[in-house]
């Protein structure tokens, strides 16, 4: 029986293979890595502004360290510094601990996000994995630098002035603290698998870092062990350059100057404020630098 032409158009579109169907990966390139990077950040600080609850957390500690603490070891010291609220003097220790602990919180979201498989998500995207810890990096400072400013509010609360180049100086001083802190906590969360280890281990980092960075004392007359304790903790000289820059608005007597803003000291050379900038910079880049090579060879 002779085929018909239906049959034969059939059997030959049988016969054709099937197109493939192209997909598209879009090159890698310095415009796709900074997308990459404000998709993160913009991510972060979502998920920073969504949490009340953390946010008020973040605030309480620093808080009651100023005007509780403050005020009960201020009674204590008040004879040997005549002139000068305490709680001045803490004022920039406090700055200090709210915008590091805001940063390492959101750099812990890293293990967060791996124990959900968000994560991975993010590491087989077609960009490059140190945009990803950049965006991190940046995203958590500016958190940080943004909790920190309602602490700046209270500056009036402990007699400090609200002079404009005052301002703008902690801000920026604010902002290169929590990135440094931030790539840090990146850094410990590039290996870690649940979040117990990680805050078990921040805690034990950063606790005696903030203790021995004169946040909460004064650096003149400490123990000569003590004294090398705070010279080589990286927090000291993220500490010391807001104290410069707040006691240099201020009308203090030179007697408690001398005792609360001594500046940090090499062998009797006292640090400049820019060298000890150039110094949590410097920490910063490098720590960025370690936690971009922990992601590249994460799985």
């Not at 007359?221 to 820059?245: E, F, I, K």
């Not at 001398?258 to 060298?275: I, S, T």
Request: proline residues 6%.
């Amino acid at each position: 029986m002779a085929r018909t032409r239906d049959d034969t158009n059939e059997g030959q579109a049988t016969a054709m293979p099937a197109e493939a169907i192209g997909v598209r990966v879009p090159a890698r390139g310095a415009r796709h890595d900074l997308r990459a990077i404000k998709v993160v950040l913009h991510r972060e600080m979502l998920r920073f502004l969504s949490d009340r609850t953390r946010m008020l957390s973040m605030l309480l500690q620093p808080v009651l360290w100023l005007f509780v603490m403050g005020t009960g070891l201020g009674s204590l010291v008040r004879g040997s510094i005549p002139g000068v609220d305490f709680r001045t003097f803490m004022y920039p220790g406090m700055i200090s601990m709210t915008v590091i602990m805001t940063g390492m919180f959101s750099a812990g979201s890293i293990v967060w996000d791996r124990e959900f498989g968000f994560l991975r998500e993010m590491l087989v995207a077609p960009v490059s994995r140190g945009a990803i810890v950049v965006g991190k990096c940046l995203g958590g400072a500016l958190v940080a630098t943004g909790q920190g400013i309602v602490i700046l509010a209270m500056a009036g609360l402990v007699g400090v002035p609200y002079s404009p180049s005052l301002m703008l100086t902690l801000l920026a001083e604010m902002f290169l603290a929590a990135f440094t802190i931030t790539a840090f906590g990146v850094t410990l969360a590039a290996r870690m698998r649940n979040m117990q280890t990680f805050f078990g281990l921040m805690q034990m980092a950063i606790m005696p870092m903030m203790f021995m960075s004169g946040a909460m004392f004064p650096l003149a007359g400490l123990p000569s062990w003590l004294h090398v304790l705070t010279v080589v903790n990286p927090m000291t000289y993220a500490v010391d350059p807001m104290r410069q820059a707040v006691f240099a608005h201020l009308d203090v007597p030179a007697q408690a100057e001398a005792v609360l803003n001594p500046g940090v000291r090499w062998f009797g050379y006292e640090v400049p404020v820019p060298l000890e900038a150039g110094l949590v910079a410097a920490l910063g880049l490098a720590l960025l630098g370690v936690a971009i090579a922990q992601f590249r060879r994460a799985d």
